[in-house]
Every structure is written in structure tokens, then in C-alpha cells.
T-cell receptor, first 113, second 113 residues
Framework: GENVEQHPSTLSVQEGDSAVIKCTYS??????FPWYKQELGKRPQLIID?????GEKKDQRIAVTLNKTAKHFSLHITETQPEDSAVYFC????????????FGTGTRLLVSP | DTAVSQTPKYLVTQMGNDKSIKCEQN?????MYWYKQDSKKFLKIMFS???????INETVPNRFSPKSPDKAHLNLHINSLELGDSAVYFC????????????FGDGTRLSIL
């Protein structure tokens, strides 16, 4: 079955710095890769997603890149703010309809003012 | 108006008891999911239903029994609760007919004494 590895497990940056979180997946048939942000005590919320037909997607300060050959994808956050502090999860799925999402182990991002 | 609502938010009960968690969505989605998030924050899919039909059933003890009375509801009944069942259980929904991401409920924190 699918296995998703996520690194680092914790990441501390200063406000204004960039943060990069990396994930690798094992199932070459995976074609949908969402990223979720989970604040303490809250539900996971989608922040960006990418499908296998594109290599990069950007939404303001957040970008995701996908390398299908190497089977890895990354989340890039620029100009980090204290409000970006949360746990971030990557996930992978074969289908975009009935999504059997397999999540990474999470990255705790701490942005210090 | 909450799109995906779970009840109860908190559930504290004794080992050996039977309990149910309910999930309701008003997004008109046809696919619903249950996830378990343990104390280490690992998020893992348990079940998925599409149009009231079970489509994903991960390796979950048969003490856990999902029930979908209609497209808008997916309940989770747990028999003979064990200490290891303590976790946050998240319901999520998606539209199985389009390439849209999953939306999560606020979670139910289950604590077994």
C-alpha cells in the first residue's frame, strides 16, 4: 500500500524566513497531493493541493512542487508569519473522487516573531 | 452553519462501554470518511462511504462499525471500548464526482478511563 514520509518533524524559523516541508510517496499511481494545516485543537484545513498533471502550483505565500519521477513533493511557505505556526500534513491519493488519502506524519512549524 | 458537524465534541467514558459518534454534512457531498488521529498526531483513514455504500475499510477492529443512514450522515459505533481507542476522530466529506478536496469536521475527542 501507499506510504508517505514527511520531513522534518519539527521546523523552527524566524518571522519573515521561508519554510520548506518535504514528502515522498511510494505508490507511483498516486495522482493527487493535498496539504493540510492543523492548528492546535482544530480540524485539518486544506491549504493547497496539486495533481500529477502539473509540476508546481502557487497561492500567494504558499507553493507546492511535485516531482513525479522522484516521487516527492514539497510545500514552500515564504515570508512566514507567527500565524503560520501549526502542524502541516502532506497526503497522497490515487483518486481525486473517492480519495483514500494516506497522510504523512506531520511537521510542527513554529514561527518566532 | 457548520458544513461538517460532529457530535459530541468530547466523549469521556469507561473502558468496556459502547459509544457512538455522529457526523452530518450539508455540503451535498456523496462521500464521507472517518479518520483517527492518535496522541502522536498521526492521521489514518478508517472507513469511507459513497452514497451509503462502504468503499474503504482499512484494518480496523470489528468493534468499530460505521453506519450511513443517508448520504448526509455517517455515524461510528464503537463496542467494548479499550484504552487504545483514545484519540480524536475526524469525519470528512468530498464530492466523489469531481476533483474536489476533502472537508473535515471539528473532531470528536474520545477519552477512555
Amino acid at each position: 500500500g501507499e506510504n508517505v514520509e514527511q520531513h522534518p518533524s519539527t521546523l523552527s524559523v524566524q518571522e519573515g524566513d521561508s519554510a520548506v516541508i518535504k514528502c515522498t510517496y511510494s505508490d507511483s499511481a498516486s495522482n493527487y497531493f493535498p496539504w493540510y494545516k492543523q492548528e492546535l485543537g482544530k480540524r485539518p484545513q486544506l491549504i493547497i493541493d496539486i495533481r500529477s498533471n502539473v509540476g508546481e502550483k502557487k497561492d500567494q505565500r504558499i507553493a507546492v512542487t511535485l516531482n513525479k519521477t522522484a516521487k516527492h513533493f514539497s510545500l514552500h511557505i515564504t515570508e512566514t508569519q507567527p500565524e503560520d505556526s501549526a502542524v502541516y500534513f502532506c497526503a497522497a491519493s490515487r483518486n481525486t473522487g473517492f480519495q483514500k488519502l494516506v497522510f504523512g506524519t506531520g511537521t510542527r512549524l513554529l514561527v518566532s516573531p | 452553519d457548520t458544513a461538517v458537524s460532529q457530535t459530541p465534541k468530547y466523549l469521556v467514558t469507561q473502558m468496556g462501554n459502547d459509544k457512538s459518534i455522529k457526523c452530518e454534512q450539508n455540503l451535498g457531498h456523496d462521500t464521507m470518511y472517518w479518520y483517527k488521529q492518535d496522541s502522536k498526531k498521526f492521521l489514518k483513514i478508517m472507513f469511507s462511504y459513497n452514497n451509503k455504500e462502504l468503499i474503504i475499510n482499512e484494518t480496523v477492529p470489528n468493534r468499530f462499525s460505521p453506519k450511513s443512514p443517508d448520504k448526509a450522515h455517517l455515524n461510528l459505533h464503537i463496542n467494548s471500548l479499550e484504552l487504545g481507542d483514545s484519540a480524536v476522530y475526524f469525519c470528512a466529506t468530498s464530492d466523489g464526482n469531481s476533483n474536489q478536496p476533502q472537508h473535515f469536521g471539528d473532531g470528536t475527542r474520545l477519552s477512555i478511563l
